[in-house]
């Protein structure tokens, strides 16, 4: 199978399935000294573990994480960084009847053209499950752009139709309800809805912000590599990603120049900008101002409410689909958005070492 390699400078290989013996990843291009830990791994993929509350799938998965490879003492040594994660829970039986029939949502029609077979337990390749590789390598990213000074802040702005108040944002609210949500009402009311939908056998998506802050100007191509193409590629290579907006994104299509474009001032000899509908980014290159990205996530196909499709045989039946799924799954894909975006950011600033000549001689000193 390709496509399961991300980045070119901070290079990520994923591997695994969701009722396979593990899922995994191998790290090549982390320069080394960089300190390193399985506790650092760890504060990411609790953040997406599953069964931390009634809103997700109740499989329990511990989902430790071990390091195999690439530090000592440590710290990485710059040789490729192996981590596993153990699959412990997994009850494939529950998807013995799937294997006779597409489910609606699912990849399963794709896969069977593709590849003329599939893991139909629990997905495969195509699991949620996937993204564990994926949020181990962020979070070797993330202490990477920690260490040169930049930060992200990612939670949930929408939980189907109910969206957060900018005026009661609160960052400390985020990791305190369990939709990741910034707004403590809009927690309460998102808790009633997906509750609601809960009830009716169905399941919902909604919308994830990740700010970047700390950003230096300078970073990305201004071509095919533009830093906000990067990013909205990384973010929807996550399955349940829809839709990728940068800045005001798609709102940007109803405005005016005159308050679209952001004025830049210059505040004691430092350049900056006034607001930031751009989203960080102009001509595809970090302006200074803090990147802005949102996601579209779709909701959770298994439902069990009934639904149309049809068998290997191409009869047309109805199915209800059983199991442990999640009735939202957009709480546990903030963590894998902010991912995605450490892994762009960090493969984007190994990349710009060698935009100028003055940077390659602070290297070399020649």
Request: aromatic fraction near 6%.
């Amino acid at each position: 199978m390709a496509g399961s390699i991300f980045g070119k400078h901070f290079c990520i290989s994923t591997w695994g399935e969701s009722h396979g013996k593990a899922i995994g990843v191998v790290v090549d291009g982390c320069p080394a000294g960089l300190p390193l830990a399985e506790e650092d791994i760890q504060a990411y993929l609790d953040r997406r573990r599953p069964g931390q509350s009634r809103y997700t799938t109740s499989r329990q998965e511990a989902d430790r994480a071990e390091i195999l490879s690439g530090t000592f003492d440590g710290k990485t040594t710059g040789t490729p960084i192996s981590m596993v994660v153990y699959n412990t829970s997994q009850r494939s039986g529950d998807y013995s009847e799937i294997a006779s029939y597409y489910r609606p949502g699912h990849a399963d029609y794709t896969f069977d053209q593709k590849y003329g077979f599939r893991d139909y337990r629990g997905g495969g390749r195509s699991s949620g499950r996937e993204t564990i590789g994926r949020v181990a390598a962020g979070a070797v990213a993330a202490k990477i752009l920690k260490e040169l000074g930049m930060e992200l802040c990612t939670y949930t702005c929408a939980i189907g139709d109910v969206r957060i108040d900018r005026e009661h944002f609160s960052r400390e609210e985020i990791g305190k309800n369990p939709f990741f949500m910034p707004d403590s009402e809009a927690a309460e009311r998102a808790a009633r809805y997906v509750q609601a939908c809960m009830e009716a056998q169905d399941s919902c998506g909604g919308l994830v912000e990740c700010v970047i802050t700390g950003v230096p100007a300078g970073l990305g191509e201004p071509c095919f590599d533009k830093l906000d193409a990067r990013l909205a590629g990384a973010v929807m290579s996550i399955g349940a990603v829809k839709g990728v907006e940068i800045g005001d994104g798609f709102g940007a299509a109803g405005a005016r120049g005159s308050s679209n474009n952001d004025a830049f001032v210059s505040r004691e000899g430092v350049i900056g900008k006034e607001t930031n509908h751009a989203g960080g980014t102009l001509g595809g290159i970090s302006d200074g101002s803090g990147i802005i990205v949102r996601a579209a996530i779709k909701p959770t196909p298994s439902i069990a409410a009934r639904q149309r499709t049809v068998n290997k045989e191409g009869e047309n039946i109805e199915i209800s689909i059983h199991g442990r799924h999640d009735p939202v799954i957009v709480p546990r894909a903030v963590v894998v958005v902010e991912a995605m975006a450490a892994l762009t950011m960090a493969d984007a600033l190994l990349e710009g070492m060698s935009a100028k000549m003055e940077h390659v001689r602070k290297i070399w000193g020649m």
